[in-house]
């Protein structure tokens, strides 16, 4: 089970960190993902990481803005997200899978979801 939270309303330029509990997997080689859609837009891939290390991945659009990472200890996702721009806008969610594939920006490659936090950035 993923549990997202962290979501919010943010003023252009701030920032926001996203967490997503795990419970249930060993983690041992997944990929866990931030995933995002706005209304009327297909859902598009914000970053994803290795569980286990050594992979990280990020869309064009948040590198440089965004770091994705994890807490062992605590089964935890994390997505720490600055200079948010209203283009950020939108239901970001968490997602994993039993293996990094090189597909790790399709959806439809991620077995579990979280139901999603809403991120709002607007003045």
């Known amino acids: 089970q993923l549990q997202a939270s962290g979501g919010g309303l943010v003023q252009p330029g701030g920032s926001l960190r996203l967490s997503c509990a795990a419970s249930g997997f060993t983690f041992d080689d997944y990929a866990l993902a931030w995933f995002r859609q706005a209304p009327g837009k297909e859902r598009e891939v914000v970053a994803a990481l290795r569980w286990g290390g050594g992979r990280y991945a990020y869309a064009d659009s948040v590198k440089g803005r965004f770091t994705i990472s994890r807490d062992n200890a605590k089964s935890t996702l994390m997505l720490q997200m600055n200079s948010l721009n209203p283009e950020d806008t939108s239901l970001y969610y968490c997602?994993?899978?039993?293996?990094?594939?090189?597909?790790?920006?399709?959806?439809?490659?991620?077995?579990?979801w979280g139901q999603g936090t809403q991120v709002t950035v607007s003045s």
């Open positions: 997602a994993a899978r039993i293996r990094w594939t090189v597909n790790w920006g399709d959806p439809t490659e991620y077995d579990y």
